[in-house]
């Protein structure tokens, strides 16, 4: 793991469009106000930081990838979303 990385990662335009994507989904799902931004920063760390997702990033930075966080080949949906749901902060 690379904290570089990780940083680098979160700081992605596109991949943090798609974990507010993500998050808006998962809202609806839960039957939530749709508000992506309420857990983005969270979220988006926590996705960031998952092992899958940062080897994913850190393969594809070395590839010279210019657009890892929104190469849905590089990270999937699948890991996307497995990763908020995995992270979804528990109910207050």
Do not use: C
Request: zero cysteines; charged letters at 15%; a negative charge.
């Amino acid at each position: 793991m690379s904290y570089a990385t990780i940083a680098r990662n979160v700081q992605d335009n596109a991949y943090n469009a798609r974990i507010q994507a993500a998050i808006a989904q998962e809202q609806k799902a839960r039957g939530e106000p749709v508000d992506p931004f309420v857990h983005a920063v969270a979220l988006g760390w926590s996705v960031a930081s998952a092992s899958d997702v940062e080897a994913a990033y850190a393969s594809a930075l070395e590839a010279d990838n210019p657009n890892p966080g929104g190469d849905e080949s590089v990270i999937t949906d699948a890991m996307i979303l497995g990763n908020v749901q995995a992270g979804w902060p528990a109910a207050s």
